[in-house]
């Protein structure tokens, strides 16, 4: 059922809106206030922080997913979470 991109496509996307989530939070911690503000202000750096760690995490977990689908399983074992 459905194409056969369309599981990779998915798989792209995600990792495209981890990063933009992930430039997001760069744009916060530099001079553009995009983010709604920490309570306190000085937790704002841990803010934007987290929110820019969140965005990588999630490309690099739909890049592992997309370097599994098209490297041998021997190259893939490398990236296996321990």
């Given at each position: 059922m459905g194409k056969r991109?369309?599981?990779?496509?998915?798989?792209?996307?995600?990792?495209?809106?981890?990063?933009?989530?992930?430039?997001?939070?760069?744009?916060?911690?530099?001079?553009?206030?995009?983010?709604?503000?920490?309570?306190?202000?000085?937790?704002?750096?841990?803010?934007?922080?987290?929110?820019?760690?969140?965005?990588?995490?999630?490309?690099?977990?739909?890049?592992?997913?997309?370097?599994?689908?098209?490297?041998?399983?021997?190259?893939?074992?490398?990236?296996?979470?321990?």
């Amino acid at each position: 059922m459905g194409k056969r991109w369309a599981g990779l496509a998915a798989e792209i996307l995600s990792g495209v809106a981890g990063g933009l989530i992930a430039l997001l939070g760069a744009a916060d911690l530099t001079v553009a206030r995009v983010l709604t503000p920490a309570t306190n202000p000085n937790l704002q750096l841990a803010l934007d922080l987290t929110v820019m760690l969140t965005g990588l995490a999630a490309a690099a977990i739909a890049e592992w997913r997309i370097c599994c689908r098209s490297m041998p399983i021997t190259r893939c074992m490398r990236w296996r979470w321990r």
